[in-house]
Nanobody, 113 residues
Framework: QVHLVESGGGLVQPGGSLKLSCTHS????????MAWYRQVPGEQRELVAT????????HYADPVKGRFTISRNNVERRLYLQMHDLKPEDTAVYFC??????WGQGTQVTVSA
């Protein structure tokens, strides 16, 4: 069974940066496309970014384009989300995902002065 664990969340001021990490305890990490999602209480989980299994192809949701970067290290079995110029509206619980239905437990990101 795939087991995903996120880390790196926290409280940051507007304009600040955070780097999220997601580790993966299953096998064949390099064989999977992966994604970051986020969710605000009471709202639907929304896609933030995706990355191909080899890390070559990425896709970003419009609200984060130019500010967030998704990357992965297949040797270390880690997925990353580098976030810059954070805004209060980025506040959410961030989840990593192996499509279609493997999720981590989430890590809270709070952007506030």
């Amino acid at each position: 069974q795939v087991h995903l664990v996120e880390s790196g969340g926290g409280l940051v001021q507007p304009g600040g940066s955070l780097k999220l990490s997601c580790t993966h305890s299953g096998i064949m990490f390099s064989g999977y496309e992966m994604a970051w999602y986020r969710q605000v209480p009471g709202e639907q989980r929304e896609l933030v970014a995706t990355i191909s299994s080899d890390g070559v192809f990425t896709h970003y949701a419009d609200p984060v384009k130019g500010r967030f970067t998704i990357s992965r290290n297949n040797v270390e079995r880690r997925l990353y989300l580098q976030m810059h110029d954070l805004k209060p509206e980025d506040t959410a619980v961030y989840f990593c995902q192996i499509p279609p239905s493997d999720w981590g437990q989430g890590t809270q990101v709070t952007v506030s002065a």
